[in-house]
């Protein structure tokens, strides 16, 4: 091919030949029985996830001619090519890296009341504090 169709105008601007515009979408359904192990390196957790999965691949394609060829047949012809789904057994792998960062955001005031009305009391200066 010495040029590409333009997707804006679906037509191809040279010597393209045989050419097909697809239009095309699908889903899968899948059902998976996973072990997830992590590690922590702080503030880093490491997480691999595996295990035997259930799934169903359905997707469906319609190809349209865009130029005449005679080896798919006149321009504007279209034809749909789909999947015969059906349940099949496979693995499912897959691993993540995650941060967490903790930050100090509470304040705690000395005329501060809590919701029932009864004075708080803060902890000393530099105590920890239990949330």
Same mark, same amino acid.
């Given at each position: 091919? *010495? +040029?590409?169709?333009?997707?804006?105008? &679906?037509?191809?601007?040279? /010597?393209? =030949?045989?050419?097909?515009?697809? *239009?095309?979408?699908?889903?899968?359904? $899948?059902?998976? $029985?996973?072990?997830?192990?992590?590690?922590?390196?702080?503030?880093? %957790?490491?997480?691999?996830?595996?295990?035997? @999965? $259930?799934?169903?691949? =359905?997707?469906? #394609?319609?190809?349209?001619? =865009?130029? /005449?060829?005679?080896?798919?047949?006149?321009?504007?012809?279209? &034809?749909?090519?789909?999947?015969?789904?059906?349940?099949?057994?496979?693995?499912?792998?897959?691993? +993540?890296? @995650?941060?967490?960062?903790?930050?100090?955001?509470?304040?705690? !005031? %000395?005329?501060?009341?809590? !919701?029932?009305?009864? $004075?708080?009391?803060?902890?000393?200066?530099?105590? #920890?504090?239990?949330?």
């Amino acid at each position: 091919m *010495n +040029s590409r169709a333009a997707p804006e105008t &679906k037509r191809c601007g040279g /010597n393209c =030949q045989d050419v097909r515009y697809f *239009n095309s979408g699908g889903r899968m359904r $899948l059902i998976a $029985l996973t072990a997830a192990p992590y590690w922590t390196k702080s503030p880093w %957790r490491f997480r691999v996830k595996a295990g035997p @999965a $259930l799934f169903r691949v =359905q997707w469906d #394609a319609t190809a349209t001619d =865009q130029t /005449n060829t005679t080896f798919w047949g006149p321009q504007g012809q279209k &034809k749909t090519f789909t999947t015969d789904p059906h349940w099949e057994v496979g693995t499912i792998a897959g691993v +993540s890296v @995650a941060a967490r960062f903790r930050c100090a955001t509470t304040t705690c !005031s %000395r005329s501060s009341t809590t !919701s029932a009305g009864q $004075l708080a009391t803060c902890p000393p200066a530099g105590a #920890a504090r239990m949330s």
